[in-house]
């Protein structure tokens, strides 16, 4: 049972333009969300996070979304940079839980120069 | 400053041997600690969770055990390994009532031969 769903296992985008990455979830108590991005080989690395009580967050190129209703999730880039291809993790967590954070699968991004 | 290490960078080992892989925290103190395992085109699962010396959680029922001899340390064991246990193995870190996110280790590429 799938908590956390990244349904694109790759996508591919022109240099320049925007890059939207989609996550799904189906526990309404989550009250955090993640962005990790991942290179080959190395551990995944903190991108962007938002909570619940927001559904907007903007860090430079990179803007995260929140739609509590439709449980959905999602990374905007922009303008996407060919060093911005990676794995992107999308990830959720709820407060009090030492567990603390469920992942998607990942999704492949490839940024074309 | 916090830094986190995981050794060794990458490990081939034959079926039916032993495994002990090593993560040390520094610059914090009673941290959660998580071993989280990447499987080929798969995303990160929860292994173990840790919240304090001697005290460990497992997520999954496996071949695999954790251990948590001191503080700042998590080791990740098998009596015998298994042609399934191939993968990329990561230690995260967090500090207890601090910002939601893990900080990750490098990981540890281990393939089962």
């Known amino acids: 049972d799938q908590q956390v769903k990244q349904n694109s296992p790759s996508l591919s985008v022109q240099e320049g333009r925007i890059s939207i990455l989609n996550c799904d979830y189906t526990?309404?108590?989550?009250?955090?969300f993640l962005w990790y991005k991942k290179y080959p080989a190395e551990g995944p690395t903190f991108l962007i996070s938002i909570s619940s009580i927001k559904d907007k967050n903007e860090d430079g190129r990179f803007t995260v979304f929140l739609n509590k209703s439709a449980k959905h999730l999602s990374l905007h880039i922009v303008p996407s940079q060919p060093g911005d291809s990676a794995v992107y993790f999308c990830?959720?967590?709820?407060?009090?839980?030492?567990?603390?954070?469920?992942f998607g699968s990942g999704t492949q991004l490839t940024v074309l120069p | 400053s916090q830094t986190i290490h995981q050794w060794p960078a990458t490990l081939v080992q034959p079926v039916g041997s032993p495994l002990s892989l090593e993560c040390t925290v520094e610059?914090?103190?009673?941290?959660?600690l998580y071993w989280y395992r990447q499987a080929a085109g798969r995303g990160l699962q929860l292994l173990f969770y840790s919240v304090g010396i001697g005290q460990i959680s497992s997520e999954v029922p496996q071949n695999l055990s954790a251990s948590r001899p001191q503080d700042r340390q998590f080791i990740l064991s098998s009596k015998k390994l298994l042609l399934s246990d191939s993968g990329f193995y990561l230690c995260?870190?967090?500090?207890?009532?601090?910002?939601?996110?893990?900080?990750f280790g490098s990981g540890t590429r281990l393939t089962v031969v």
């Open positions: 990830a959720v967590g709820e407060d009090g839980s030492a567990r603390q954070l469920t």
């Open positions: 995260a870190w967090r500090r207890v009532g601090g910002a939601y996110g893990y900080t």
């Open positions: 526990n309404s108590m989550f009250d955090y």
């Open positions: 610059g914090t103190s009673n941290p959660n």
